[in-house]
């Protein structure tokens, strides 16, 4: 016996009285019962599998349904292969950071940018500071400067809490 997905009902488990029929080569074989169709595919030496449950009547094709569901493996490894995963990198600023530090913080943003992840600039304010988030709005808006050739910013600068955030993302080629 095969091992059976639970994606689609196979053979015995097809429980309809009447199922429209596909062939293996993709041809219409008609309406007919489930026993008929059964004995159809078991001469044949396939599987009866329902592709279509909701329509009707239900569509089941005769097919290798190991063949099918290991090519359906196959195309999804490769699916999966193609997606792009996208890391968000963070740099943390700090209100009374000097400008060339600043340019080494760029620098490190802009790596990460060209390796398309997206970057998130946060400058963290401590005690007091944060009645001053006018100075962390410059800092940020120095940073996005010098960085600005290869990002857009997804995320304008916004206070939250004790932290301004900026997202900035890769511009696309």
Known sequence: M???SKDFFV???IRAKELRVVGEDGSQLGI???RDALNISEEKEL???MISPN?????CKIMDYGKFIYEQSKKDKE?????KVINIKEVRLSPTIEEHDISIKANNARKFLIAEDKVKVTVRFRGREADYSYVGKKI???FYRKVEDV?????EAKLEGRNMIMILSPKKA
Not at 151 to 155: L, R, V
């Open 2 to 4: 095969k091992i059976i």
């Open 55 to 59: 329509a009707n009547p239900p569509v």
């Open 151 to 155: 990002c857009i910013i997804e995320k």
């Open 32 to 34: 007919m019962s489930s």
């Open 79 to 83: 699916a999966k292969k193609k997606q």
């Open 140 to 142: 940020l808006d120095a």
């Open 47 to 49: 599987d009866l599998v």
């Open 11 to 13: 053979n015995e488990e």
